[in-house]
């Protein structure tokens, strides 16, 4: 993956990370490396655990939190980054983002009628894309997408390779979709008839997905019963989340792996989500909160707070409840001690 | 997706609905909507919550439930029905199924020796079939599915795009699977011989998907170590299902996303089993349970009953017990105060 | 699937199982059965609880565990084993294990420059292979499978249809990729900007997957942020399985469905995870331990353990705290009735 022609003096790399050098502004690094196995040319980030371990380093420069002590740091070269992990991922696309280059059109495409594919695109063999589609500038499509009708791709999207996108799904610019995913699955809607029989609740709607997002491998990204189901700007989706018909996801919202959301589940923006947690139909997720790894979330979460458990509820009275549920058995223990103190023991 | 065609006036829908109107009959409805975005020309379904915004909605008429209150409905066009959303369901799907229209056969198509496909089909391209296959009438197969060898598909069944089918699975008529599906994997067992590596439990068994299942996207159906793993008539499965190896799952039974159950679970008919739950090996669901979100069935559940919690145990029970572990705190500060007056506070 | 050529007599039988006969070393068997479905002709497998009705069954032989009681088994067939499963499962492999046979490379195959592909291939239609890849031997590569840049795959590989396998991933012999697969997806690594926008942290490792392993279907395997994530000799995944960049699992380690590992879990080898349980990012499961279903590690778990729960815990811990949860409300009914003893109603 190494773009072989990417090196950088560290003053530059001052300027293109926003950081402050301490140190040589001509020196060259060859290459970004995490901290254990970084040598003689790389560029590391020294996290707070590892500030301590800088003198014993082989690296020849360091991304450091402002504010780190540097006494004991003279003579090494320092970046020094307000947010040292975002100067770090900086520094990993300064040196590893290959630039695009448009592969063309594979000769194999197979594409309906009235549908439409922007300037220097990247379709590699065995796409299919249905009728009437509009699809960007500079869009790769791996092999083994296939893509319905009436879709719209925006510019500098993504899409790896037997990623499946059903009919009327919209999707923005720089979107990345990951193997395996689905997007615009009918939601899962079903009443039982007089006869017993489940009867299907047609899924008429569609799919949003805006700009920036990013959706990981086996994914499932229902459409909705009426209207759309929407993930804004910038969400990011980890592996085999389940979004169903009719969430909407708000704006830079961080979805982990294996989460399932239901029906018309409201996420607001800059929401954490972690692994495996779930929602009950309906509910919303306020602003900026954070949802513990598999929480049930069963009712409304206020903005801002951290919840978790299931029933989900704030984060740090499931904690004390959950140090005690483990000492139940002394907690009864001690219960019964009293009982006989109280009782008396004749009377058990 | 509207089948622009479809316009039905209020006499119409009544009888199709099996609902009684109290209205004008002659009245043309153009659409279904949802009620908070119907307007003129719209049919709507209006809940309990909704039935009091009647007056202030601009729809043109209202399925509402039969015995609602009809005060203050004057004037207004209702579709009384006894089971509203299932008349709300007979409404979508008559204004916006379209009918079944056989596209052919796509020139592409890779098909094994002594495989048939039955009159009327949809086969879409870079669709690949095995050997020795029954492919019904009106069957949909859109690009990447993939089927194996002596694989049995019914009529009218529709497998979306990069559903992946192994050798020897049987699927019945008005089947449904989404994009991503993968049906008749190898069951997952192993046993650790004398050098302690895993050896495999070959998989010889198959899958059958009886008539009017529906299957949601990047769900895994594996064989049978010997027999099959049935899915029996009018299962539904939402999207992230696993059903392991051997599991039977009755009639008309609703699984919802992510659920995993495990190696010869056997699920009896109308059961629910909401998101996240899971089986243990061998384990019986009995008729009409209902298996909360995020459950861990240890034991087998009667018929009838609602199971919660991990272990999964009643849910009254479970939710019980559930407020009383978020009080814990409390409780455990009641203990410690009824121990210093009954021991007195110097002993401690 | 049935190898119609296979029957073996006991005392070929007994030899290829390692297990003792006790009976006719001449009579010949056809098939191989679970127990409830053995007829005559057929050897099978009497586990504990099947000993018993050895007598009623019109099974020909049983495999039974050494140290069985073997009265009133005379006249019965019995080859003793062991490790009873373990000859069952060789039995199954014995008699229906096809023989690899190529099938060649199929002419619509797309390959990149420079790729190479070993002797005796069985490479089926629509597989796309990019450049600089090396597959070895005797590989089978099924429908839908697509292969990126430099990937190097061992011999008698299977790989199932629709698998997505990125760059720069590398896969052992004998190895087993079930349909869905994802194997070198991105891991999730964002950080946000000072405009409050997720900057991707570029996933530039890869995947070592070595001999012997097996994935299930839809699977996602992420690629390292830098260096390999990496699947041990031996390791086997169930169904819908997340494994996060980083991650390293020891050999034989056995992890069942929907399990979730997330960023740089470290597992130890025979270990084993059952269904739906997950990781917090950089704990460590020891050697032979092994996680309940369900459960949240949160912190390390040591070598042979058996945790369960969320937070995870030892499993006996776990198991009589879960016990007295369920009987909180009798709990807090004698603590109430304390109270009142002890301060007098009147007090209340």
């Not at 040292?84 to 594979?106: C, D, H, N, V, W």
């Not at 791709?153 to 193997?179: K, L, P």
Request: proline letters at 4%; one cysteine or more.
């Amino acid at each position: 993956m190494r773009n072989m022609a990417a090196r950088y003096n560290l003053g530059q790399l001052a300027e293109n990370l926003r950081a402050r050098l301490v140190g040589d502004p001509a020196l060259v690094i060859d290459r970004v490396q995490p901290f254990e196995s970084a040598v003689e040319g790389d560029l590391t980030w020294a996290g707070k655990s590892f500030i301590s371990h800088i003198r014993e380093s082989r690296a020849s420069a360091f991304i450091i939190a402002d504010g780190s002590p540097l006494d004991s740091l003279e003579g090494r070269n320092l970046l020094i980054a307000k947010n040292p992990k975002l100067a770090f991922a900086r520094a990993i696309k300064l040196f590893y983002q290959e630039p695009y280059r448009a592969r063309g059109i594979s000769q194999d495409l197979i594409i309906g009628e009235m549908s439409e594919i922007g300037p220097e695109p990247s379709i590699f063999p065995r796409v299919t894309i249905g009728r009437d589609c509009r699809i960007g500038s500079r869009v790769t499509l791996h092999p083994g997408v296939v893509i319905g009708d009436r879709v719209r791709i925006g510019d500098d999207t993504i899409i790896y390779a037997n990623v499946s996108i059903y009919s009327d799904v919209e999707i923005g610019s720089r979107v990345i979709i990951h193997s395996g995913a689905v997007i615009g699955a009918d939601g899962f809607g079903f009443v039982l008839d007089e006869e017993g029989r489940q009867q299907k609740i047609l899924q008429t709607g569609g799919v949003m997905i805006e700009d920036d997002v990013e959706i990981g491998a086996n994914c499932s990204i229902d459409r909705a019963t009426f209207g759309k189901t929407i993930l804004k700007r910038g969400v990011k989706l980890d592996n085999l989340v389940q979004v169903a018909h009719n969430c909407v996801i708000g704006e830079e919202t961080v979805i982990v792996a294996q989460v399932g959301l239901s029906g018309s589940t409201t996420v607001g923006h800059h929401v954490v989500i972690a692994g495996q947690a779930a929602t009950n139909q309906h509910v919303s997720i306020g602003d900026r909160a954070v949802v513990g790894g598999q929480a049930g979330v069963t009712k409304d979460v206020p903005a801002g707070t951290f919840v978790a458990g299931t029933p989900a509820q704030l984060s740090q009275r499931w904690k004390r409840a959950q140090v005690l549920f483990s000492r139940l058995p002394e907690i009864v223990e001690r219960l019964k001690k009293l009982e006989e103190m109280v009782k008396g023991a004749p009377d058990k």
